[in-house]
């Protein structure tokens, strides 16, 4: 069993930055790769970010790409997500996510092992 807490949510002006951080505890946090999805109101949840467990590789949406770094800390047992010159449609709950095929980078929703409560973006114009 893993446990995700994602925490640096919180209201950013366009143009700015936020960065979010989930810590896991329970299970070898090495042992998975990890993710970033959002939901915005009335949309379904997307993909935004994917990194392998090492680090070494990382995968993004194309809205994201250049804006957007994933990263991991795996002697914190912490991914991060940094967003720049963020955007109002990066308007969403964003959610911290672990998928046991360690390799992986473009994460699946269906194949998440687990998920964490979700942290609130809000980008002002």
């Known amino acids: 069993q893993v446990q995700l807490e994602e925490s640096g949510g919180g209201l950013a002006q366009a143009g700015g930055s936020l960065r979010l951080s989930c810590a896991a505890s329970g299970r070898t946090f090495s042992s998975y790769a990890m993710g970033w999805f959002r939901q915005a109101p009335g949309k379904e949840r997307e993909f935004v970010a994917g990194?392998?467990?090492?680090?070494?590789?990382?995968y993004y949406t194309d809205s994201v790409k250049g804006r957007f770094t994933i990263s991991r800390d795996n002697a914190e047992n912490t991914v991060y997500l940094q967003m720049h010159s963020v955007k109002p449609e990066d308007t969403a709950v964003y959610y911290c996510?672990?998928?046991?095929?360690?390799?992986?980078?473009?994460?699946?929703?269906?194949?998440?092992?687990?998920w964490g409560q979700g942290t609130q973006v809000t980008v002002s114009s």
């Open positions: 990194i392998n467990w090492s680090g070494t590789r990382t």
């Open positions: 996510a672990a998928e046991e095929d360690r390799y992986s980078v473009y994460l699946v929703g269906q194949l998440i092992d687990y």
